[in-house]
């Protein structure tokens, strides 16, 4: 009885290594320690954590309330930061030079990294010197300039360092949309009101004549439309550009396109009171007064928002395509234009339908617009560069 006992005892011994054999050949999946190649839950697969971003957006003259540009790209931090579950003054803030200098500006960017900041976002070409010089003070902080390239403070040496990303935007293209649906929608004395002659309001200011020149040959009205042209020298609104605006529209002048900072402010107060109206710049300024019947925008926030994204899934570093490279932006990716929503576009001739066939041409190439900044642009209509 012993020697069968045993015998059976033998036999189950093997049977249990055969059937083990068997599992790992054929049966593994079955095995917990053995884990499926494919399955997102497998260990040995690499981890890629979301990168440790804390951003910071300094402004230039003005605050992210000035309903342009520093506001334009302060909402798109908001924006990104937000979809990445970020709290302000944790992951995101801002801040605010003590003076209009590139110093301050220098010394501001050092608060907010001394702060914790690994992103920096910087609007305006204001800070084209400024970056130059902290780019390579922090290399491992990885800055976005809107609207400039870094440069000496002498313009003698420009320099773009792997930690920094530039976005420029075709103006042209914006000014352009905004004097052809001026003068489609019924509008012959305009005007512009520039802040400084820097390359950018330049280009708004040509491409705002060259739309309005195209709408005027267009309808055969040329030698019926006319623009005042001004630089103002500033970016800041005052007593003395209201009193120009004022004599402008005293003299006929029946829409403003204001460029520049919050000189729309001082356009607004002399078209309230002669009951005129006005064009804004940057941003959608509707919101701001019934006499703004359009905005010549750029896509400050959507730009900032896809710069961003592309730094963070690249774990916090700019790729190949941003690193010390400067992308220009226009029509074709959707960057400038009008705002079309219906509290917005206060046209009333010209049509949304009208302008997005307009803007279609543009993107896809069968209307070019100069960005010749050098060279007022050849036209049929009149343009007062004297006014």
């Known amino acids: 009885m ?57 402004t230039d003259v003005g605050n992210i309330d000035d309903k342009s540009f520093n506001q334009g790209a302060w909402e798109g931090v908001v924006q990104f930061a937000e ?4 709290v302000q003054g944790d992951g995101y803030d801002y801040y605010r030079p003590s003076e209009d200098s590139t110093e301050a500006r220098v010394e501001t960017i050092g608060t907010a990294i001394a702060n914790g900041a690994n992103v920096v976002v910087c609007p305006g070409y204001l800070f084209e010197d400024a970056i130059y010089t902290v780019q390579s003070q922090y290399p491992e902080v990885m800055f976005l300039l809107l609207d400039g390239e870094p440069h000496t403070a002498d313009y003698s040496v420009y320099e773009t360092t792997a930690n920094t990303h530039n976005i420029l935007y075709q103006e042209e293209q914006a000014g352009f949309f905004a004097g052809y649906a001026a003068v489609k929608d019924g509008y012959t004395q305009l005007g512009f009101l ?8 330049v280009r708004y200011g040509y491409g705002f004549v060259q739309g309005a020149n195209l709408a005027a040959t267009e309808m055969g009205v040329a030698d019926q439309v006319s623009i005042k042209y001004w630089y103002c020298g500033g970016f800041a609104p005052s007593d003395d550009i209201q009193i120009k605006m004022a004599g402008w529209y005293t003299d006929g002048t029946e829409v403003v396109f204001a460029c520049g900072g919050g000189i729309y402010l001082s356009a607004v107060a002399a078209a309230t009171a002669a009951n005129a109206k006005v064009i804004g710049v940057d941003v959608d300024q509707s919101a701001e007064s019934d006499c703004i019947i359009t905005s010549a925008m750029k896509g400050l926030t959507v730009s900032v928002v896809m710069a961003l994204e592309s730094l ?5 570093v700019w790729n190949d395509e ?7 932006l226009g029509a074709a990716v959707d960057a400038v234009g009008l705002p079309t929503a219906e509290g917005s576009w206060r046209l009333t001739t010209f049509t949304v ?32 560069y004297n006014a």
């Open 2 to 58: 012993k020697r069968i006992i045993a015998l059976f005892l033998i036999l189950a011994l093997i049977f249990t290594v055969v059937a083990c054999q068997k599992t790992d050949e054929g049966e593994a999946q079955d095995d917990p320690a053995v884990v499926d190649p494919a399955d997102p839950a497998d260990p040995e697969d690499p981890v890629v954590e979301a990168p440790a971003m804390k951003i910071a957006l300094v």
């Open 83 to 86: 979809s990445k579950g970020l």
């Open 194 to 201: 520039g802040g400084m002659a820097v390359p950018a309001v």
């Open 312 to 316: 963070y899934e690249n774990g916090g």
């Open 322 to 328: 941003y690193a010390g490279t400067t992308a220009t």
């Open 353 to 384: 339908a009208e302008y997005e066939e307009l803007f279609e041409k543009v993107k896809n190439g069968e209307i070019t617009v100069s960005n010749d900044t050098e060279n007022p642009p050849t036209v049929e209509i009149s343009v007062d």
